[in-house]
């Protein structure tokens, strides 16, 4: 990955978050809302890069994702799964995406340790409160807005809008 900052910022991580304006990123384990756009959107912005998550994340895909590598967070020294590199830690898992642009997709808690480090956030902001049992953790100071592309709500898709927030490094 390129470039660590005095600060601890990392150049080429960036986080993939879908938030609905209530904060729920997650509802049992799933995403709470099918947006195809969204998901394109996600693909586009993943394909041929790492992805860090947490195991959680990776249990609720529906299989490997094609074109990416899978990198899994997790506790259990134990766990494995066919076709993904798994981490104890951050650290860890960043050594294994190598200098490359990586993509943490989630969950809360990987969000959380990534944030501080992350110089990009890929967000998408779902115009609705969404009822779900997981939040997006506090962003916290110095993201500015770089690009935002407004989208209507179109039958069971509520209104969002893809946002790039970005931090000076």
């Known amino acids: 990955m390129t470039g660590v900052t005095g600060s601890g910022v990392q150049a080429g991580l960036f986080l993939v978050v879908a938030v609905a304006e209530n904060g729920v990123i997650g509802a049992g384990g799933?995403?709470?809302?099918?947006?195809?756009?969204?998901?394109?959107?996600?693909?586009?912005l993943?394909?041929?890069?790492?992805?860090?998550?947490?195991?959680k994340t990776f249990e609720s895909l529906p299989g490997?994702?094609?074109?990416?590598?899978?990198?899994?967070?997790?506790?259990?020294?134990?766990w494995t799964?066919?076709?993904?590199?798994?981490?104890?830690d951050l650290d860890t898992a960043l050594a294994l995406a190598g200098p490359d642009d990586v993509a943490v997709i989630g969950g809360a808690e990987i969000f959380a340790l990534a944030?501080?480090?992350?110089?990009?956030?890929?967000?998408?902001?779902?115009k609705a409160p969404i009822p779900g049992d997981t939040y997006m953790p506090a962003l916290g100071?110095?993201?500015r807005e770089t690009f935002r592309d407004e989208r209507a709500a179109a039958g069971?898709?509520?209104?969002?809008?893809?946002?790039?927030?970005?931090?000076?490094?």
């Open 141 to 143: 100071e110095g993201w």
């Open 30 to 44: 799933t995403l709470p809302w099918h947006i195809p756009e969204d998901l394109k959107h996600f693909k586009r």
């Open 81 to 88: 799964a066919s076709g993904a590199q798994t981490a104890r």
């Open 115 to 126: 944030l501080p480090r992350a110089a990009r956030i890929e967000l998408t902001e779902i």
């Open 46 to 55: 993943t394909m041929g890069k790492a992805m860090v998550m947490g195991r």
């Open 156 to 169: 069971a898709c509520p209104a969002f809008a893809f946002v790039t927030l970005r931090r000076d490094l």
């Open 64 to 78: 490997l994702l094609p074109g990416r590598r899978h990198i899994v967070l997790t506790r259990d020294a134990a």
